[in-house]
């Protein structure tokens, strides 16, 4: 049964759109574009996930991502409201520097595992990068082939919630959370890419 990617999105996105607003609005005022938005909200996610997390900052790395991460979307109200960019070209942008943004997070944990030796975690972490990259990858090339692939259990709004959340209450002492998450995080990502798989071939089975 194919699984809905995007219901928590669906919950959230009505309210977190009206907050967001105002200052969509401010920002076409000053002729910022969502392409320009998409950019600075990068730029912002690899900046604190590769500078706080290795300095051992979890939360406050966790917290300063979620707020860049939310640039998501206020790109989208931006387009709305008139600021131009809301193309076949942003919508590229915007899923590939999702990619570059997932990365740094990762790759930010991957040396904060470093810095406590712990190559463990360090493994797991690189397969989760991997991983969510695959997944990524999967539903890419499913659609330029003219399927669907909507499926998986760890997309990557539920990717980033886990590893936020995880990092976030790491940061505030309590203990073991974050390996546990990147650990289910990781065979989360490994079924959903089983999963994709098995859904494209039922699909090119049937044509």
Not at 77 to 83: D, I, Q, S, T, Y
Not at 92 to 118: E, H, K, N, P
Not at 134 to 142: E, F, G, L, M, T
Request: hydrophobic share 55%; proline share 4%; charged share 15%.
């Amino acid at each position: 049964m194919a699984y809905d990617r995007s219901a928590m999105l669906k919950l959230l996105r009505p309210a977190m759109t009206r907050i967001l607003t105002p200052l969509g609005r401010a920002l076409v005022r000053r002729g910022i574009g969502p392409n320009a938005v998409t950019a600075i909200g990068t730029l912002g996610t690899v900046a604190a996930a590769l500078v706080l997390f290795p300095a051992g900052m979890l939360s406050v790395g966790a917290l300063v991502i979620t707020v860049f991460v939310l640039f998501d979307l206020l790109d989208g109200v931006v387009a709305r409201l008139g600021g131009g960019g809301g193309s076949t070209w942003g919508a590229f942008l915007d899923s590939t520097l999702d990619r570059v943004a997932d990365a740094a997070i990762f790759c930010g944990l991957v040396l904060y595992f470093a810095s406590q030796d712990d190559p463990l975690m360090v493994g797991v972490t690189l397969f989760c990068l991997v991983a969510g990259a695959v997944v990524s990858y999967a539903k890419a090339r499913a659609e330029g082939l003219g399927l669907t692939c909507d499926v998986g259990l760890a997309e990557r709004p539920e990717r980033l919630v886990v590893v936020l959340v995880a990092t976030f209450f790491a940061g505030l002492g309590v203990p073991y959370l974050l390996p546990a998450g990147m650990w289910l995080l990781a065979g989360a990502s490994a079924a959903t890419v089983v999963q994709r798989v098995v859904h494209v071939h039922r699909q090119t089975r049937e044509r």
